[in-house]
């Protein structure tokens, strides 16, 4: 690897501040690095403070230089990724009464298109150009889009700036053009009443947070828009959806363990919401609508790996009037549910792996749809019908391009509609998927997914690029990524570690990798790296880690903890201050993420768990690796000053020479740039610095 000696990289002032959190003292000598007026800064980034935005400038100038010698490979990688992809794509179309819906890309274009065409054949009419609207602003995310039930209009939602603040306009299809209608500062997130002349959606408040839902009525000013339902405390999230019969719209507030729905009937919006059953701490479901009965997903009654009941729809007795239909089986988890007129679908995870059963409503019997590899993933496709016998899903492995079924749930038919394409071609045969097991510290079996190049030799001399989540319960699924192609095609194994926080091995796996267990995800994290050695497959300090958001704290604990495991760790948005944001409950994300966490305010023993493994609290002076950390200016929810002061403490500690850079995306936030092949390059200037750091070859060999 070429060295930069006479680069310097910035330094950033210190400035301690102290404070005394349950008889502790605390300094963070970095905290200038954050913007006193964030939520301005959310809104228009042009409003950071000079001395915050010429430091960042510095890093990123830093960066450039240092990495100034890929621009040939991260050009190269670039190219490879956007040849693995079809730039004329589009969806299978999605019926819905008279029409089909789909969502497709055109030669060049970034972003998407969607479209319409009769549903028994005939000409498609575009309904949003997403590359059109691109044209017309400096950052453009499309949000989402939504029909009306009589397909006269189209809700949609667009983000300007990347801090997830979504605009709403309404486009009436028959001439193309939008109403005078716009609402800003939304969750994007869009729901129809069922006359299609009222819309109802989500404001975010001045903590950036979704707290008020209101309902507004197509022509009329935004201003006397009626406040629905408003959520008060602060440590809940409100959200709005639609059961898949579209007879109910959900008003849902929740955190991360604890969940509360009210109902509207969308033929009769004006009604005042009525609550299904009241929040209970601990205690989630969410619901869905058949014949009068609601189909509820929970955990109540001690189902940890959740079960699925049934109420009368117009029952006032909350849970005393809910009957199991789906009992709790432990080690079965139950993922999600779709109810359609004649049958209930859930998708779950049985022995570590995904399956979708379908179960029919008028004798419960039940089946599975069976595959045959060793590991693979599973989605349910969102469609718009309710009165229907047909299931989309989507499958695919490490190895096996996307599928998409159509699944005939009386006949078990299963009718293959669409392929990923590879144009620059793929052959599954020329790699190997296989799942192995890692002992964690105190005897746990943590899950690896490994897949690799047949060629490849599994006796230590291969890079391993080792991939880890592990929060929120999240599971990262065994998936096909055309984008690790060129890792695997220049030598790399890549493995996915499924640690503790996720729920692989269901609802246990998260609960023991979460508060004040969360040290478990970290150990496994290590265990599995120290695994991979121990039997042959790669070799210590040979080993690339990669995490992103709260993955990224996994990187800086992993860091902390374990250095000599890795050659370099590559943080994307990583939550790496988790202390003090956790302490500060002006943030966006924090009051809801105190059951993720803990809360480091009223609890001494939250504060000591969270003080112990925070990334940015635990930097020493120490060797670490080669470390990239990237951060998004108007992200909301890893504000950019996490890894910018992280950086900063480590540049000032660590005793090697080893690069340590910070790239900050000055208008984006937290997903990276928008358009499709803007974000390629982003990956490839990640993938470009692993690759520098590991000394691998530029050409593919």
Known sequence: MKRHAKIDPPRAARKPVYY???????????????????????????????????????????????????????????????GRIKEEDSSVPAPDG???????????????????????????????????????????????????????????????????????????????????????????????????????????????????????????????????????????????????????????????ETSEVRVVPADAPEVTPRLVAKREAGVEYAIEEARGTFYILTNADGAEDFKIVTAPVHSTSGRESWQDLVPHQRDRLILATTVFA??????????????????????????????????????????????????????????????????????????????????????????????????????????????????????????????????YGMTVPAAFNTNILSLLDRGFIYAIAHVRGGKDKGYRWYREGKRRQKMNTFTDFIAVARHLVSEGITTPGNIVAQGGSAGGMLMGAAANLAPECFRAILAEVPFVDVLNTMLDDSLPLTPPEWPEWGNPIASKADYDTIAAYSPYDNVRAQDYPHI?????????????????KWVARLRETKTNDNLLLLDTKMEAGHAGSPGRFDRLKEVAFVYAFGLKVAAIKPEIG
Not at 47 to 73: C, F, G, Q, W
Not at 193 to 209: A, K, M, P, T
Not at 454 to 471: E, I, K, Q, V
């Open 342 to 471: 004649g049958h209930l679908v859930r998708l779950e995870r049985l022995n570590g792996l995904p399956r979708i059963v379908v179960q029919r409503l008028s004798d419960g019997a039940e089946h599975a749809i069976a595959f045959e590899e060793e590991t693979f993933s599973l989605g349910l496709i969102e469609g718009y019908e309710f009165a229907t016998t047909t299931l989309r899903f989507t499958y695919s492995s490490p190895t096996t391009p996307s599928e998409v079924f159509d699944y005939d749930m009386n006949s078990r038919e299963r009718v293959l509609r669409k392929v990923q394409e590879v144009p620059s071609g793929h052959d599954p045969a020329a790699y190997v998927a296989r799942r192995i097991m890692a002992r964690a510290p105190d005897g746990e079996s943590v899950p690896v997914s490994l897949v690799h190049r047949r060629d490849t030799p599994l006796d230590g001399r291969a890079p391993l690029w080792l991939y880890g989540y592990g929060s």
């Open 628 to 644: 990239l950390a990237v951060a998004g200016l108007a992200d909301p929810r890893v504000t950019y000053w996490e890894p910018a």
């Open 98 to 256: 008279p029409y089909s819906y789909l969502t497709k890309y055109v030669a060049g274009g970034q972003q998407p298109v969607l479209a319409r065409t009769p549903r028994e054949g005939g000409a498609e009419t575009i309904l949003i150009d997403g590359n059109a609207e691109a044209r017309e602003r400096p950052f453009f995310r499309f949000g989402g889009a939504h029909h009306s039930p009589d397909h006269r209009y189209l809700a949609w939602s667009f983000d300007e700036r990347g801090s997830e603040l979504y605009t709403i306009r309404i486009r009436d299809l028959a001439t193309g053009v939008d109403l005078d209608d716009r609402i800003e500062g939304t969750s994007g997130r869009i729901v129809w009443s069922g006359d299609s002349r009222r819309i109802f959606y989500v404001l975010l408040n001045e903590n950036h947070r979704p707290s008020k839902l209101y309902r507004h009525r197509l022509g009329a000013p935004v201003e006397i828009d009626q406040l629905v339902y408003e959520e008060a405390d602060p440590g809940f999230f409100l959200g709005v959806g639609l059961t898949q019969s579209r007879r109910f719209i959900l008003i849902d507030s929740h955190d991360h």
């Open 20 to 82: 005394t959190v349950h008889g502790a003292t605390h300094e963070d000598p970095y905290a200038w690095l954050r913007a006193s007026n964030w939520q301005e800064v959310m809104r228009d980034p042009a409003k950071l403070a000079p001395e915050i935005r010429v430091h960042l400038e510095a890093e990123n100038a830093y960066s450039r230089a240092i990495m100034a010698d890929t621009a040939e490979l991260q050009e190269q990688l670039f190219a490879e990724m956007k």
